[in-house]
């Protein structure tokens, strides 16, 4: 980790934003808050965002430019590591309108240990606890950017869904147009169900938990949104499913919805069933979102994806 180097957690003024248009004034910024013992190298560089590890005395930190469909993520991590500072990754510094992160080192991704359901047992009650804190700065992270998605609109979203080109067989958009008006009831039905909006992050997997010195870490927070809090294990018992090889009626999913839930007070399993339902949906909205801010040459690849996480939601009419 890279305590020893911090500085003040302020937003730094500067003139650009998405990811890094220039290499040098981004290594001269890392400097500032962090002092490098090697050459700053490039992990990856994507549409969405670009990320360099930092090499430290005793470890490394993690530069991150987000593009300007995740251009809130910056800040909101700042956000929540200040609240939360033992439940995701630390925050060096952030410079907002350039939509520069820089992270300390969150350790190995639980993917790296086969993605054990176990593990998550201990992730979900945390996270739970950190939805159920940000339920009263929702709307300020919805003033500085990140998505908001209620319930109350995704009936409307829904039919925008509808009217894009998708990556589906000609039969499947059908399927989509004749579910619409139950979906519209299982809309009406959730947002009645009592549990408020909050951060959700949508990328909830083995990629974005990290595990060091015994302490797990969430981080990644760029496709988050403001919903229905519950929409996040859509996207956990996916790779759990696909990745880990469970069975989708395991055990292991009742038993991690139960620990999940618990923070959440007693006789939400039924809400939590219908907002797994809706939530596949609303997870299909956002990729869409994000798939506004891509070129045609980037959709190429993207489209693989989209389409695997269409059917998924497919399979719960």
């Known amino acids: 980790m ?9 937003p730094v003024e500067s003139r650009d934003s998405g990811c890094v248009r220039d290499r040098a004034a981004a290594e001269r910024w890392i400097s500032e808050h962090v002092q490098p013992t090697g050459p700053i190298k490039l992990v990856h560089e994507r549409p969405w965002s670009t990320v360099l590890r ?4 005793g470890g490394a930190a993690w530069f991150k430019a987000c593009s300007t469909a995740q251009a809130f993520e910056p800040r909101l991590s700042a956000e929540l590591f200040a609240r939360w500072p033992n439940r995701v990754a630390e ?24 993605n054990p359901p176990e593990a998550w047992i201990e992730v979900l009650p945390p ?52 579910f619409s008006p139950r979906f519209d009831e299982l809309c009406a039905e959730l947002a009645v169900g009592g549990v408020p909006a909050s951060v959700q992050h949508d990328d909830l997997h083995m ?15 760029g496709d988050s949104s403001i919903s229905h809090p519950f929409f996040s294990l859509v996207v956990t018992f996916r790779f759990l499913e696909e990745r880990t090889g469970l069975p989708r009626h395991d055990r ?13 007070g007693h006789g939400l399993g039924d809400v939590f069933d219908l907002a797994a339902r809706v939530g596949s949906f609303a997870h299909t909205i956002a990729w869409a979102r994000q798939r506004e801010f891509l070129t045609p040459t980037e959709r190429t ?8 996480v269409l059917r998924r939601a497919l399979d719960t009419i």
């Open 127 to 178: 996270y739970a606890n950190l939805q159920r804190g940000e339920v009263v700065y929702a709307d300020d992270h919805i003033a500085r950017g990140v998505p908001s998605l209620p319930v109350s609109t995704l009936p409307a979203r829904y039919a925008e869904l509808l009217k894009r080109d998708l990556p589906l067989e000609p039969d499947e958009p059908a399927r989509l147009r004749a």
């Open 91 to 114: 925050v060096l510094a952030y410079d907002e309108r350039r939509a520069w992160l820089l992270l300390g080192d969150a350790g190995t991704p639980i993917g790296e240990y086969g």
């Open 207 to 221: 990629g974005n938990v990290y595990e060091l010195n015994e302490r797990l870490r969430l981080l990644d927070w």
């Open 54 to 57: 930092v090499p430290l005395l």
């Open 301 to 308: 690849t993207f489209e693989d994806t989209f389409a695997h």
């Open 2 to 10: 890279v305590s020893g180097t911090r500085r003040p957690l302020l």
């Open 252 to 264: 292991w999913f009742a038993r991690l919805r139960d620990a999940y839930l618990e923070p959440w």
